[in-house]
């Protein structure tokens, strides 16, 4: 896996490149047991779905993760965004309701 990064990484950035590379730690998600080296994905044509995944239902359930990011899937700050956002809803909807106060900013 390494050696397939660097000889991609030294064909995009020149010959000299793979020398000044060395692995530091590598993940064994292909090895894990129940996930087998899985990733979320959208069908082709599907990706506008992610949108209906993401909102809320009756305004007192709220969904996050990086499923629920239309431009940020599959990603951390994806994930963390879509979370940020399903917990202003909440806080907006329990204000609306009188039970706490409104988000500021
Ligand atoms: C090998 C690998 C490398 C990656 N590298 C990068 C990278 O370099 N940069 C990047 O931005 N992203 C990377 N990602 C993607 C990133 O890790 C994910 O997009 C992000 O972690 C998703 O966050 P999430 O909160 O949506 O879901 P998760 O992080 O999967 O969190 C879901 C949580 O829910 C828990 N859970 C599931 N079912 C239940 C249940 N029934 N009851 C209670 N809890 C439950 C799980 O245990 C888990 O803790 C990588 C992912 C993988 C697999």
Request: glycine share 10%; aromatic share 8%.
């Given at each position: 896996m390494?050696a397939?990064?660097?000889?991609?990484?030294?064909?995009?950035?020149?010959?000299?490149?793979?020398?000044?590379?060395?692995?530091?730690?590598?993940?064994a998600?292909?090895?894990?047991r129940?996930?087998?080296?899985s990733?979320?994905?959208?069908?082709p044509?599907?990706a506008?779905?992610?949108?209906?995944?993401?909102?809320?239902?009756d305004d007192?359930?709220?969904?996050?993760?990086?499923?629920?990011?239309a431009?940020?899937?599959?990603?951390?700050?994806?994930?963390?965004?879509?979370?940020?956002?399903?917990a202003?809803?909440?806080?907006?909807?329990a204000?609306?309701?009188?039970?706490?106060r409104a988000?500021?900013?």
């Amino acid at each position: 896996m390494a050696a397939f990064a660097v000889e991609e990484l030294t064909a995009l950035f020149g010959s000299g490149f793979g020398a000044r590379l060395r692995p530091l730690a590598a993940s064994a998600w292909g090895a894990e047991r129940l996930a087998c080296g899985s990733y979320s994905h959208a069908l082709p044509g599907h990706a506008a779905a992610r949108t209906i995944l993401a909102a809320p239902v009756d305004d007192r359930l709220f969904f996050a993760g990086e499923a629920c990011s239309a431009e940020d899937f599959s990603t951390a700050h994806g994930a963390f965004e879509a979370g940020v956002r399903a917990a202003e809803q909440a806080l907006s909807c329990a204000a609306v309701r009188g039970r706490c106060r409104a988000p500021s900013g």
